[in-house]
């Protein structure tokens, strides 16, 4: 029962105002709802009254006051329109639902003896019965009423007693951003005051015992606010902004109105519990759910299939964010480095869908890196392609024109047309055509008196994908500098537009053949294809100005060495050693580059590219030679690691922004080449020595690569043993780093703790999602740890469909493998299709993996 962008009809009814009240119990929650309706003015005639509703008990329900006979569905309640008024009118009813039973942590849930509610996507319908679309559009006054001391909702206070509170949200919104909380819970409030001097009280809502893990949340939060207002012009619109940290959470956070809820991993922080890299996490996602009260709040999407609409631009948003306050260079790697893990991913498997797909089974299914980062992606290319005036022109007309309204892609493509007169017709392609473009390079040279001509070319290719055999030509920005021989950049950044399956682009007046710099900053999402020598990567990983390039240049180096070594038995590239042991050495480079440069290709990107030069990869063979090139390097760094380390020391108090982060991020990465050759004396010291949780995590993950850290384990664990984020991190690393032969025991042992639960998104994710990360040992030729996650897929999907069915994706590159591995995955995935009462949302996965 697939939906269809195609069938889109606006709903035959508007609400205005909705009445909530609950009364909360654990097994016995009563909600009532009070909708006040009308026939909406833009469909024609009379229609039925179709609400969405699942799992609830109907108790009452009126129509003006009069009771009114109907019976339910399996998902919702039909009013023949017959029974309505041609008038407004106002439906009433009473359910009751059971929280304290709602494993699925969808609809209004607990979660360690608190109330709360995810409802994106549809989640409303296991509340209330409602339209629950976000094309309707309504203000939302709340009553809570229950025992717990802290009670909340969207919107304004409009007053508390004992055992009650009300609320009220004057901006008019989608049910999906309805959000209720009730606990005991404890604040870290303050102040914020907006550019037109609106005080607004700021609070995080936490668990007794978690207030002083707040600081950094509240920081990115005021951080955040100055920021939207100083680049995009927005300000914040209520006069509270909460903010609760959840346990059981299925995603990282949910932008609710004024009332955002975060998975604790995606908020609480102090140095001793959490790394660097997860201050760094934090920072952004407050700033994205705070960024999405502009975009996806006050202009929401018109249907699901829109979820870009919100997705993309606010990722696009919390990226620009980081990389002002941390450094563009390092961010834009980083989430270059994400992107192709997890987009090109899933782009080039059979899980490969547009960024606006046009049907769908189970909307949680379509929360992917396609749409979000894919999403972001389209637009840094808009940007580049319309200039910096131009997106901004277009992001006040987008704000004006469409605030309030639930919204389209079509609908964001006419702001960007209307504000800069350009035609966006192909470009839209972006949006409607799924899979990875490779782009081609073609270099021709002739000299000449007057100067000479050096020609570009470049030839496009749009791949298959599931149900899009064929595609049109993109555009695609290709930024591009070029080099003279000695270094200097003879022309700077330009952006070139490719628009034809194939075109030429001329540089005049050039005193010596140039050395490209292409798709600098990675100015579009696809696969460049360059032949061009070793040697002239090492020349840009020496010269390129563009930082992204340069990086990009001893990334391609590195996996075109590892690629050699394990497809030809190659020994490791001398070349690839002193290039990149030079820019470790090279102190005019920011710390945070330099460990980056040092960080070798992951073993499932080696497998991706390997399969796409036409090998099929050997998992074991992969980690064999990815050991030995960190070997070779170690070997290589050996004399200057110490000292190195000890250069990139941080005395004094802890600090979470970027400078201090990137100076630990290189002593560890040079922790990781010592233990590779001290049998691990420097890492039991670092281990031992250690004040924040990044230094001790990297020291034990050191130990752990080489097969030691027994007695660190032992330590953590008993350091930490009453920390459940904290405890996620322990999981998670001894399956990770666990030696192939040796992860299903890893598994095994773990999952039969008293404190493994599959209750726990985090804890299941920490174990199961390490499984898969583990490349060589997932795909041990045994097959024992395909079984293992189908048997634990199974088993989570009985109560929790959404994060089985996201966890899933474990097995989507299973096409690349060889034919006995590939027999393997699917028996796996066909055990998992034919589990009687599979939930849609794992069958819809299996269903598309399968083909
Ligand atoms: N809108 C939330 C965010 O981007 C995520 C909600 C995810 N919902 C889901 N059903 N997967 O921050
Ligand atoms: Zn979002």
Same mark, same amino acid.
């Given at each position: 029962? $697939?939906?269809?962008l195609?069938?889109?009809?606006?709903f035959?009814?508007?609400?205005?105002?909705?009445e909530?009240?609950?009364?909360?119990?654990?097994?016995?929650?009563?909600?009532?709802?009070?909708?006040h309706?009308?026939?909406?003015p833009?469909?024609?005639?009379?229609h039925?009254?179709?609400?969405?509703?699942?799992?609830?008990?109907?108790?009452?329900?009126?129509l003006d006051?009069?009771?009114?006979?109907?019976t339910?569905?399996d998902?919702?309640?039909?009013i023949?329109?017959a029974?309505?008024?041609g008038?407004?009118?106002?439906?009433?009813?009473?359910?009751?639902i059971?929280?304290?039973?709602?494993t699925?942590?969808?609809?209004?849930?607990m979660s360690?003896?608190m109330y709360?509610?995810?409802?994106?996507?549809?989640?409303?319908?296991?509340i209330?019965?409602?339209?629950?679309?976000?094309?309707?559009?309504?203000r939302f006054?709340?009553?809570v009423?229950?025992?717990?001391?802290v009670?909340?909702?969207?919107?304004?206070?409009?007053g508390?007693?004992?055992?009650?509170?009300e609320?009220?949200?004057?901006?008019?919104?989608?049910?999906?951003l309805f959000?209720l909380?009730?606990?005991?819970?404890?604040?870290?409030?303050?102040?914020y005051?907006t550019?037109?001097?609106?005080?607004?009280?700021?609070?995080i809502?936490?668990?007794?015992?978690?207030?002083?893990?707040?600081q950094?949340?509240?920081?990115s939060?005021?951080?955040?606010?100055?920021?939207?207002?100083?680049?995009?012009g927005?300000?914040?619109d209520?006069d509270?902004?909460?903010i609760?940290a959840v346990?059981d959470?299925?995603?990282g956070?949910?932008?609710?109105?004024?009332?955002?809820?975060f998975?604790?991993k995606?908020?609480?922080?102090?140095?001793?519990?959490m790394?660097?890299?997860?201050f760094?996490?934090?920072?952004?996602?407050?700033?994205h759910?705070?960024?999405?009260n502009w975009t996806?709040?006050?202009?929401t999407c018109?249907?699901w299939?829109?979820?870009?609409?919100k997705?993309?631009?606010?990722?696009?948003?919390?990226?620009?964010?980081s990389?002002?306050?941390?450094?563009?260079a390092?961010?834009?790697?980083?989430?270059?480095?994400?992107?192709?893990?997890?987009?090109?991913r899933?782009?080039?498997g059979?899980?490969a869908?547009?960024v606006r797909?046009d049907?769908?089974?189970?909307?949680?299914?379509?929360y992917?890196?396609t749409?979000?980062?894919?999403g972001a992606e389209?637009?840094?290319m808009?940007k580049l392609?319309?200039?910096?005036d131009?997106?901004q022109?277009? +992001?006040?007309?987008?704000?004006?024109?469409?605030?309030?309204?639930?919204?389209?892609?079509?609908?964001? +493509?006419?702001?960007?047309?209307?504000?800069?007169?350009?035609?966006?017709?192909?470009?839209?392609?972006?949006?409607?055509?799924?899979?990875?473009?490779?782009v081609k390079v073609y270099?021709a040279w002739?000299?000449?008196?007057?100067? /000479?001509?050096?020609t570009?070319t470049?030839?496009?290719?749009?791949?298959?994908?599931?149900?899009?055999?064929?595609?049109?030509?993109?555009v695609?920005?290709?930024?591009?500098?070029?080099?003279n021989?000695n270094?200097?950049?003879?022309?700077?950044?330009?952006v070139?537009?490719?628009?034809k399956?194939v075109e030429?682009?001329?540089?005049?007046?050039?005193?010596?053949r140039?050395?490209?710099?292409?798709?600098?900053?990675? %100015?579009?999402p696809?696969v460049?294809?360059?032949?061009?020598?070793?040697?002239?990567?090492a020349f840009?990983?020496?010269?390129?100005?563009?930082?992204?390039?340069?990086?990009?240049?001893?990334? #391609?180096?590195s996996?075109?060495?590892?690629a050699?070594?394990?497809?030809? /038995?190659a020994?490791?590239?001398r070349?690839?050693?002193?290039?990149?042991?030079?820019?470790?050495?090279?102190?005019?480079?920011?710390?945070?580059?330099?460990a980056?440069?040092m960080?070798?290709?992951?073993?499932d990107?080696m497998?991706a590219?390997l399969?796409?030069?036409?090998?099929?990869?050997?998992?074991a063979?992969?980690?064999? $030679?990815?050991?030995?090139? %960190?070997?070779?390097?170690?070997?290589?760094?050996?004399?200057?690691?110490?000292?190195?380390?000890e250069?990139?020391?941080?005395p004094?108090?802890?600090?979470?922004?970027a400078?201090?982060?990137?100076?630990?991020?290189?002593?560890?990465?040079?922790?990781?080449?010592?233990?590779?050759?001290?049998?691990?004396?420097?890492a039991?010291?670092?281990?031992?020595?250690?004040?924040?949780?990044?230094?001790?995590?990297?020291?034990?993950?050191?130990?752990l690569?080489?097969?030691?850290?027994?007695?660190q384990?032992?330590?953590?664990?008993?350091?930490?043993?009453?920390?459940?984020?904290?405890?996620?991190?322990w999981f998670?690393?001894?399956?990770?780093?666990?030696?192939?032969? #040796?992860?299903?025991d890893?598994?095994?042992r773990?999952t039969?703790?008293?404190?493994?639960t599959?209750?726990?998104?985090?804890?299941?994710?920490?174990?199961?999602?390490?499984?898969?990360?583990?490349?060589?040992?997932?795909?041990?030729? %045994?097959?024992?740890?395909?079984?293992?996650? #189908? =048997?634990w897929?199974?088993?989570? =999907?009985?109560?929790?469909?959404?994060?089985?069915?996201?966890?899933?994706?474990?097995?989507?590159?299973?096409?690349?493998y060889d034919?006995?591995?590939?027999?393997r995955?699917?028996?796996?995935?066909?055990?998992?299709a034919q589990?009687?009462?599979?939930s849609?949302?794992?069958?819809?996965?299996v269903?598309?993996?399968?083909?």
């Amino acid at each position: 029962t $697939a939906v269809y962008l195609r069938d889109y009809q606006p709903f035959a009814h508007c609400v205005d105002q909705v009445e909530l009240t609950f009364r909360l119990a654990p097994n016995s929650t009563r909600v009532s709802a009070r909708l006040h309706m009308r026939p909406n003015p833009a469909r024609e005639g009379r229609h039925d009254l179709r609400l969405d509703g699942e799992g609830l008990r109907l108790i009452a329900l009126m129509l003006d006051g009069r009771p009114l006979d109907a019976t339910p569905d399996d998902n919702g309640l039909t009013i023949p329109a017959a029974d309505l008024p041609g008038g407004p009118f106002v439906l009433e009813t009473e359910v009751e639902i059971a929280p304290e039973a709602n494993t699925a942590l969808e609809g209004l849930y607990m979660s360690n003896g608190m109330y709360c509610t995810q409802c994106e996507a549809e989640g409303f319908r296991k509340i209330t019965f409602y339209p629950d679309r976000p094309d309707v559009m309504a203000r939302f006054r709340v009553r809570v009423e229950g025992d717990a001391p802290v009670l909340l909702s969207n919107g304004n206070p409009m007053g508390a007693g004992p055992g009650w509170a009300e609320w009220d949200d004057p901006w008019p919104k989608p049910a999906y951003l309805f959000a209720l909380v009730a606990g005991d819970l404890r604040a870290h409030g303050d102040t914020y005051t907006t550019a037109s001097g609106r005080q607004v009280a700021l609070n995080i809502w936490v668990r007794p015992g978690d207030e002083h893990r707040c600081q950094w949340g509240m920081d990115s939060i005021k951080r955040s606010m100055e920021w939207d207002e100083r680049v995009y012009g927005r300000e914040y619109d209520l006069d509270v902004f909460n903010i609760v940290a959840v346990d059981d959470f299925n995603m990282g956070a949910m932008e609710n109105k004024g009332l955002n809820i975060f998975n604790s991993k995606c908020v609480l922080a102090t140095p001793e519990t959490m790394t660097d890299d997860e201050f760094a996490r934090i920072e952004g996602i407050i700033a994205h759910e705070y960024f999405h009260n502009w975009t996806g709040n006050r202009i929401t999407c018109r249907d699901w299939f829109q979820l870009c609409l919100k997705e993309g631009l606010t990722v696009y948003r919390d990226q620009q964010f980081s990389g002002d306050l941390r450094g563009h260079a390092v961010k834009r790697i980083e989430d270059v480095l994400a992107l192709r893990a997890r987009q090109f991913r899933e782009d080039q498997g059979p899980l490969a869908h547009p960024v606006r797909p046009d049907s769908f089974v189970e909307i949680n299914n379509f929360y992917t890196a396609t749409v979000y980062e894919k999403g972001a992606e389209i637009i840094g290319m808009l940007k580049l392609l319309v200039g910096d005036d131009g997106y901004q022109r277009a +992001l006040d007309l987008y704000f004006n024109r469409h605030d309030g309204q639930a919204a389209t892609i079509e609908d964001w +493509l006419k702001v960007f047309e209307d504000a800069t007169g350009r035609d966006l017709s192909q470009f839209s392609r972006w949006y409607f055509e799924a899979g990875t473009p490779r782009v081609k390079v073609y270099e021709a040279w002739s000299p000449g008196a007057e100067g /000479g001509v050096y020609t570009l070319t470049l030839a496009q290719e749009n791949p298959p994908t599931p149900d899009q055999p064929t595609k049109g030509a993109k555009v695609i920005p290709v930024a591009v500098g070029l080099l003279n021989p000695n270094g200097d950049e003879v022309v700077p950044t330009t952006v070139l537009e490719l628009t034809k399956p194939v075109e030429s682009f001329r540089f005049e007046g050039l005193a010596t053949r140039p050395v490209p710099s292409i798709l600098r900053g990675f %100015s579009a999402p696809v696969v460049l294809e360059h032949d061009i020598s070793t040697e002239t990567r090492a020349f840009l990983l020496a010269h390129d100005t563009d930082p992204f390039n340069r990086w990009e240049a001893g990334r #391609a180096l590195s996996k075109e060495v590892l690629a050699a070594m394990v497809a030809q /038995g190659a020994p490791v590239s001398r070349h690839w050693l002193s290039g990149l042991a030079r820019l470790v050495r090279d102190e005019s480079l920011d710390p945070a580059f330099r460990a980056l440069a040092m960080r070798l290709p992951s073993e499932d990107d080696m497998a991706a590219t390997l399969a796409d030069a036409g090998h099929v990869p050997d998992p074991a063979a992969i980690h064999d $030679a990815r050991g030995r090139m %960190s070997d070779a390097l170690a070997a290589e760094l050996a004399p200057e690691l110490p000292g190195l380390r000890e250069a990139m020391a941080t005395p004094g108090p802890f600090s979470a922004e970027a400078g201090p982060a990137g100076r630990r991020a290189l002593a560890n990465a040079c922790l990781a080449l010592q233990t590779r050759l001290d049998g691990g004396t420097a890492a039991r010291a670092a281990f031992d020595a250690a004040t924040n949780m990044t230094d001790r995590l990297s020291a034990l993950v050191s130990l752990l690569t080489v097969g030691q850290g027994r007695s660190q384990l032992a330590a953590f664990e008993h350091d930490w043993q009453g920390d459940r984020l904290v405890m996620d991190k322990w999981f998670s690393v001894q399956v990770l780093h666990a030696l192939p032969d #040796a992860l299903v025991d890893t598994v095994n042992r773990l999952t039969a703790r008293p404190d493994f639960t599959m209750g726990n998104p985090n804890r299941f994710r920490a174990v199961m999602g390490a499984l898969s990360a583990n490349h060589a040992g997932f795909h041990h030729a %045994s097959g024992a740890a395909y079984r293992l996650l #189908a =048997d634990w897929l199974i088993r989570l =999907d009985a109560k929790n469909p959404q994060t089985a069915a996201r966890m899933s994706t474990a097995f989507e590159t299973w096409r690349r493998y060889d034919a006995g591995r590939q027999e393997r995955i699917r028996a796996e995935l066909s055990r998992i299709a034919q589990t009687p009462g599979l939930s849609r949302d794992l069958a819809e996965m299996v269903g598309r993996m399968l083909g």
